[in-house]
Nanobody, 124 residues
């Protein structure tokens, strides 16, 4: 069993930056693919970024490529999402997720564990 706890999100102005973190419990973190997803009001939960267990291979949604960076610290059982050049359309609840696999996925149904979500609001 893996429990995921995201850091607090926040309110930031357009063009600003914010870093989210997600702390994982359990002894399998080093073997888990980790991902970030987001859900805006009235919309589906969408893929944002994923990282493989080693931290070498990363994937990004086209909408965040070049602005967001996913990383992980296996010694601290933590995954991060650095968000730069934020836009109002980035406003959403952000979720951390873990997958019991070495293979990253962009599909939310392939993730096994989820955090509670954290609100990120970008004002124009």
């Amino acid at each position: 069993q893996v429990q995921l706890v995201e850091s607090e999100g926040g309110l930031v102005q357009a063009g600003g930056s914010l870093r989210l973190s997600c702390a994982a419990s359990g002894r399998t973190f080093r073997r888990n693919v980790m991902g970030w997803f987001r859900q805006a009001p009235g919309k589906e939960r969408d893929f944002v970024a994923a990282i493989d267990s080693s931290g070498v291979v990363t994937y990004y949604a086209d909408s965040v490529k070049g602005r967001f960076t996913i990383s992980r610290d296996n010694a601290r059982n933590t995954v991060y999402l650095q968000m730069n050049s934020l836009k109002p359309e980035d406003t959403a609840v952000y979720y951390c997720a873990a997958r019991n696999s070495f293979v990253p996925s962009l599909n939310r149904v392939e993730y096994d564990y989820w955090g509670q979500g954290t609100q990120v609001t970008v004002s124009s």
